[in-house]
């Protein structure tokens, strides 16, 4: 037993676990500079060890039911992805297909047949399709709502919120046929507005991104990054990263990288 497994195994016996992926695919920095993409040698290896410790895979409408307002029994994982990137189809359905994985996706309802803002021209940005979302349901997959235009729901009032969500829930149940039974807060920013509009909209769970606890409309949720060295992975897993990554030398650290990040972006608009 390696050491990480060994770490997730402890892991395993003493709570359940939530990851999120944006995307799976190979990427270039420079196409993918908030680092969305994770290689999908990658996310293999990362699944692998989380089998490897005895993880027992559901979706996040499963977890939530089996937690019934509380936490879920350890030695649970849920797989999420957000946005609903075309990769989550053809690259990362067939990975998890070989370990009989089934995960969730958070479709933004405007995205479908797009291209993700946050991906350069030459990464791997392209979303999904109506029937390709369909195809997940038919494996098995369960749909979860992630608004109609992905706003920040923290600056939206209650009433915003909800036809966010609710219209969000009700485009994607016609889509897949299937009920739509959780939500993801985009950016993972959200405020007593969106639960309350997250809760009253009939969803019976909602994810954040980092933050967040196991109450029904707050559960917390790993976001795994392109560059997530392993040990930083672990750290999310087991809840420390976020109050890392609000320490004072952190912030300083983390606004030197958004401001270098912008300053490439800009670099890399074309000239008009």
């Known amino acids: 037993m390696t050491p990480a497994v060994h770490t997730l195994t402890k892991i395993r016996r003493r709570r359940p676990i939530v990851l999120g992926y944006p995307g799976v695919a190979p990427s270039r920095r420079r196409d993918d500079l908030s680092m969305l993409l994770v290689a999908p040698d990658r996310f293999r290896a990362q699944v692998e060890m989380l089998l490897a410790a005895g993880f027992s895979f559901v979706t996040l409408a499963e977890l939530a039911r089996l937690g019934a307002g509380g936490m879920p029994p350890p030695g649970l994982a849920a797989l999420t992805f957000d ?4 990769n989550n189809h053809e690259v990362a359905l067939p990975i998890l297909r070989e370990y009989a994985i089934k995960a969730t996706v958070y479709v ?14 030459g990464g791997d ?3 999904m399709t109506r ?28 009433d915003a919120c909800l036809r ?24 993972g920013r959200y405020g007593p507005e969106a639960i309350a509009a997250a809760r009253d909209s009939g969803l019976i769970a909602a994810v954040t991104t980092g933050s967040g606890s196991w109450a029904p409309y707050e559960i917390t949720r790993a976001m795994i ?10 750290l999310k897993l087991t809840d420390r990263y976020e109050p890392l990554l609000k320490s004072p030398p952190m912030r300083v650290l983390r606004r030197a990288s958004k401001q270098l990040r912008g300053r490439v972006q800009q670099r890399a608009r074309p000239a008009h």
Do not use: C, K, N
């Not at 933004?108 to 291209?115: A, C, E, L, Q, V």
């Not at 966010?164 to 950016?187: D, H, K, M, N, W």
């Open 108 to 121: 933004t309802i405007g995205f479908i047949d797009r291209t993700s803002p946050w991906i350069g021209p």
């Open 125 to 127: 940005g392209a979303m």
């Open 83 to 86: 946005d609903g990137m075309r």
């Open 225 to 234: 990054g392109a560059a997530d060295p392993l040990p930083i992975v672990l």
């Open 164 to 187: 966010e969500i609710s219209e969000s829930r009700a485009a994607l149940e016609q889509i897949g046929g299937a009920p739509v039974q959780t939500f993801a807060y985009p950016f």
């Open 131 to 158: 029937s390709q979302l369909r195809e997940l349901v038919a494996e098995g997959w369960e749909l979860g709502a992630h608004t109609m235009t992905h706003p920040d729901l923290s600056t939206l009032d209650y």
